[in-house]
């Protein structure tokens, strides 16, 4: 399907495509490079491209001055999220936490979840206690093999309370966690890169022929 038309099959069920400054794109399951080793967005025919749900693209619209007087940039590793490449990543990685076992409990396939981290004008991303999905190319490696350990002992360093990285990483942490609560998205206490659009449980789940 070209751009234009998933575009606006996907305008049908409210969402918005998010592109162009301050906001990265830069979606982990669009490449290889994530915790499942595998290009789910690339496989279903998303690829790089970040659609959310029109209420998340006012709020992450109303941070954009915020990210221009610090002089920082929104990298989006995360947004809508089509039941199909759910239901693939899930099956590679079949670890509580990480991917919902029902993609009906995950946000990011009612377009209403976002993960995302700050970079700098540059575009190179800041440092946080983790990467985004406590993602490591060792780790990576490790659950290629059916080794879920070094991720499971990871997880505990992607919480908010978790406070033995360096200052800097912390107070990354804390300012995007700021700046979003503070323009309507909620934090989840186990993924300091997640956050999902205030009142999400009014909005149902998104399921197109298209994927
Ligand atoms: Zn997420």
């Given at each position: 399907m070209d751009s234009e038309s998933l575009k606006s099959e996907l305008a049908k069920f409210d969402l918005i495509e998010l592109k162009g400054e301050p906001f990265i794109i830069d979606l982990?399951?669009?490449?290889?490079?994530?915790i499942a080793s595998f290009a789910a967005y690339e496989e279903i025919g998303l690829g790089n491209r970040a659609f959310v749900h029109h209420q998340v693209f006012e709020n992450l619209t109303k941070i954009v001055p915020i990210l221009e007087q610090n002089h920082l940039k929104l990298c989006i590793r995360d947004a809508y999220r089509p039941p199909l490449a759910h239901i693939l990543l899930q099956k590679k990685?079949?670890?509580?936490?990480?991917?919902?076992?029902?993609?009906?409990?995950?946000n990011h396939c009612h377009g209403t979840a976002v993960d995302v981290c700050l970079a700098d004008a540059n575009g190179k991303l800041l440092t946080y206690p983790?990467?985004?999905?406590?993602?490591s190319d060792e780790i990576a490696q490790a659950v290629r093999k059916g080794n879920f350990k070094p991720l499971q002992e990871n997880l505990?360093?992607?919480?908010?309370?978790?406070?033995?990285?360096?200052y800097e990483a912390l107070a990354n942490r804390s300012f995007l966690k700021e700046i979003m609560e503070d323009n309507g998205f909620l934090s989840i206490?186990?993924?300091?890169w997640h956050y999902n659009l205030k009142g999400f449980e009014k909005y149902p789940v998104i399921e197109t022929e298209l994927f």
């Open positions: 982990m399951y669009a490449g290889t490079r994530n990685v079949a670890i509580p936490g990480l991917f919902a076992a029902n993609y009906q409990l995950s983790t990467e985004t999905d406590a993602y505990p360093k992607a919480r908010h309370d978790y406070m033995q990285a360096p206490p186990h993924e300091w």
